[in-house]
């Protein structure tokens, strides 16, 4: 049978022969004590009857969407595309799509999209932009959008609270300064565009921490953080990369190592170092943070910090629809996932 508004869930139920309500909950994710022979007679169905959810009356009937929003920095950065895609991976198996827009971290453009997408009954909203605050969203929080952060904790200047997650930023970048650490490197820089968001403070924090641990007075010198003011570096992070590179690299005392703020800072690195003449690992150590999948394909290979996506987005998207069908009961907080720090090529004892 082709798809048509004529079949219902009822219809998909008696051909599956099972309840309507255990059809609902395969649609709606609820599914985890199902048994997979019950699941594969519903899909079944679904398949032959040509059945799809009508998320008009859906609409009509709860006064929400069943569309999430992403708002991400850019996807020139190909981490917030994976992310993208794992965040309507996890969406679609709860029966939500998902709605994609790109911020540059403009305050007033997240509340633009906020706006125009509650206009439309979307009510949950996924943030990938780590601002110090969500004072631009205060009015539609109080009206009752559901938030989830991603890659920084609720903020006191929140003034609301929210749910977030995220790998330890501080925890992290530590990690991939005492690796370069043991290694022997001590003249080490941090190379960033504006350290204006929560994780980028975190993960410059967790870099000096590092450092004064080990005895290493901290430097400004050896920390970049380049770009306009009034532009956080996403999309040139290459190009900003290679610029800081420059300008760490031609100090009277250049560092040996650097800790990025994240993988495409660091292959800016690499041509900025391959400009001035320089090898790595064996001039120069290079650490990254995120472990995008060109990590392993350029030469050489990427040191870095991974962060596991996708269990981020599937939780993610799980709390956030869990709120949105008032199935989570707990106050807004924070869920942290551990990181790991990835070692290939790019790291080496410094040349004594």
């Not at 994976?82 to 709860?94: C, S």
């Not at 403070?201 to 050896?222: C, F, H, K, T, V």
């Not at 993988?263 to 943070?289: K, N, W």
Request: aromatic fraction near 6%; charged fraction near 20%; hydrophobic fraction near 40%.
């Amino acid at each position: 049978m082709s798809n048509n508004d004529k079949v219902t869930i009822v219809d998909v139920a008696r051909l599956a022969n099972v309840s309507v309500s255990t059809v609902s909950n395969l649609l709606n994710g609820r599914d985890e004590r199902m048994r997979p022979s019950t699941r594969d007679r519903i899909l079944a169905a679904i398949r032959e009857l040509g059945y799809t959810p009508n998320q008009a009356a859906r609409q009509l009937k709860t006064g929400q969407a069943s569309i999430l929003g992403l708002i991400v920095p850019s996807v020139a950065n190909p981490f917030y595309g994976v992310f993208a895609r794992e965040v309507e991976k996890a969406a679609l198996a709860l029966d939500y799509q998902v709605l994609l827009g790109n911020s540059e971290r403009d305050p007033e453009r997240e509340r633009i999209y906020a706006e125009a997408l509650w206009s439309q009954g979307v009510r949950g909203l996924i943030f990938g932009s780590s601002l110090v605050a969500f004072t631009h969203l205060h009015d539609l929080i109080q009206r009752g959008l559901r938030v989830m952060a991603f890659d920084r904790p609720g903020q006191a200047a929140d003034q609301v609270p929210i749910d977030s997650i995220g790998v330890d930023n501080v925890q992290a970048a530590r990690l991939a300064t005492k690796h370069l650490l043991a290694l022997g490197h001590r003249r080490i820089g941090f190379l960033s565009g504006p350290i204006r968001t929560v994780s980028r403070m975190d993960r410059l924090a967790g870099y000096r921490s590092a450092l004064e641990e080990a005895g290493i007075p901290y430097d400004p010198q050896l920390v970049w953080q380049g770009a306009e003011p009034d532009n956080f570096g996403d999309s040139e992070a290459v190009e900003l990369g290679r610029q800081g590179a420059h300008a760490l690299l031609s100090l009277t005392d250049p560092p040996t190592a650097l800790v990025t703020v994240n993988d495409m800072y660091a292959f800016g690195a690499y041509a900025g170092a391959r400009d001035l003449g320089r090898h790595i690992p064996e001039d120069l150590s290079v650490v990254g943070f995120d472990d995008i999948m060109l990590c392993q394909v350029v030469e050489p290979p990427l040191t870095t910090i991974r962060q596991p996506v996708a269990e981020i987005a599937r939780m993610a998207v799980q709390r956030l629809v869990g709120r949105l069908q008032n199935e989570v009961d707990e106050e807004p907080g924070h869920i942290t996932l551990p990181s790991q720090l990835v070692v290939r090529a790019s790291t080496a004892p410094p040349v004594s």
